[in-house]
């Protein structure tokens, strides 16, 4: 996807995962992230306790980004932490990065 003036969209991914903790993630991000830093592709990355699990918030640079970690990386990670692991598949969110502000 590109923007009106043909830049690249960042693509925001949200995923919750019911039951999750921050000691799985920790777990997870240990394997699936480079050290000290964010996969290729993601610009923001932000975590935390949700009402029922652990929600985590990803900002990528373009859904080929997005979509190239999930499959070479992320979903190979998760499965080989076994009960280290979150405890099932995520409930997702996309979408395309219309507005960002900071303070």
Request: proline share 8%.
């Amino acid at each position: 996807m590109q923007s009106n003036d043909g830049s690249e969209m960042a693509i925001a991914l949200v995923h919750n995962y019911a039951g999750g903790t921050k000691e799985q993630y920790e777990a997870t991000v240990e394997v699936a992230h480079p050290p000290g830093g964010l996969p290729a592709g993601q610009t923001h990355h932000f975590a935390g306790p949700s009402e029922d699990g652990w929600q985590v918030v990803a900002v990528w640079d373009s859904q080929e980004s997005l979509d190239a970690f999930v499959s070479e990386t992320l979903m190979p990670a998760l499965q080989g932490l076994g009960d280290g692991g979150f405890p099932g598949p995520p409930e997702q969110t996309v979408f395309e990065v219309d507005t960002a502000a900071f303070a």
